[in-house]
């Protein structure tokens, strides 16, 4: 695999969620947390911010005059490109690892930053990692990095639709059988989540796990049928980039052996950049029979837009 190397140019931390951070000469950082002492830690997968030192040096040309954790970054790495690294790649640095999760993040809130320049940098040129060993990293260590392996289990992330149980009045039964099935299968599920049937909620989380986590599948389950609230095909059709219409078709196809509703199911499937995305039916029990039609089929299909397969036609 290929490897390329940058320089460890600051630590920051701070000890207060909101408080911008301050540059230490070394952390230790704790498997699943994060920095030791840096409230931004935590078992998610947002537990490590890295930025390129090039690119904080070339805004600060155009007069924003940074210091070091100004953006809310851990690390200060120079000589890397990290927006431009896929996710799943290590970094290898003193005696830690860290595995890159997520690139850029929505900014909710414009900084101060922000409003003095216009733009601030990290939504789009920072990324986030999770730690895989515990260690400790030094100011001016080096940082290797190792791309992913092309065969590396699928990742997916799963997403009801649920106007109820986005409000805690109904138990997710659908979203967990999707999960099971997937894990069984050998994914590695990274995102599960409860929304209510609002298109914009379900865009932005689309696009936040297609392009930012880069999840090679996303499975919908809900919003599917003929009701006013049932808005989950258009909201998927929103954020495709090309369409993929014959698994919705097969679904539909194989779900009719079990019952003729399956002609009222509006269920679309469309690619995202590298991102497979599918609407499954709300029921947990369509669920799992849509999940037995899916899983053989899609696997060369995944690894087509990997790129770790070719096309080829039956002989």
């Known amino acids: 695999m290929e490897k390329r190397k940058g320089i460890v140019r600051a630590i920051c931390i701070s000890d207060i969620r909101g408080v911008e951070k301050h540059s230490i000469p070394e952390a230790h950082f704790l498997k699943d947390f994060g920095i030791e002492g840096d409230a931004h830690g935590g078992k998610w997968h947002r537990q490590v911010s890295l930025l390129s030192y090039d690119k904080i040096k070339a805004f600060n040309q155009k007069g924003a005059n940074v210091t070091d954790g100004a953006f809310g970054e851990n690390l200060v790495v120079e000589g890397l490109d990290f927006a431009n690294l896929p996710v799943g790649t290590k970094f290898y640095a003193g005696t830690t690892v860290l595995r890159m999760t997520q690139i850029g993040k929505e900014c909710h809130s414009h900084c101060a930053i922000y409003q003095r320049m216009g733009e601030c940098i990290m939504p789009r040129e920072g990324v986030f990692a999770e ?26 992330a799963v997403i009801t639709l649920s106007d109820k149980g986005a409000k805690g009045e109904r138990v997710d039964e659908s979203g967990p059988a999707a999960v099971t099935m997937l894990t069984e299968a050998g994914y590695e599920v990274v995102e599960t989540m409860v929304i209510p049937d609002e298109p914009a909620v379900l865009k932005a989380q689309l696009i936040r796990l297609a392009d930012g986590r880069q999840v090679d599948l996303v499975l919908t389950c809900g919003g599917t049928g003929f009701s006013l609230r049932d808005q989950t095909p258009e909201a998927t059709m929103a954020v495709a980039n090309r369409n993929a219409p014959g698994i919705a078709e097969y679904l539909r196809y194989r779900s009719l052996e079990k019952t003729n509703r399956a002609i009222l199911s509006r269920g679309v499937s469309v690619i995202r950049g590298g991102t497979l995305i599918i609407n499954l039916p709300g029921s947990p029990k369509a669920v799992k029979e849509s999940m037995e039609f899916l899983l053989q089929p899609l696997e060369h299909g995944l690894k087509i837009l990997r790129g770790s397969a070719t096309e080829c036609g039956r002989r």
């Open 131 to 156: 730690v895989l060993q515990e260690g400790d990293i030094h100011e001016g260590d080096e940082m290797q990095v190792e791309l992913p392996d092309v065969n590396r289990p699928f990742t997916a």
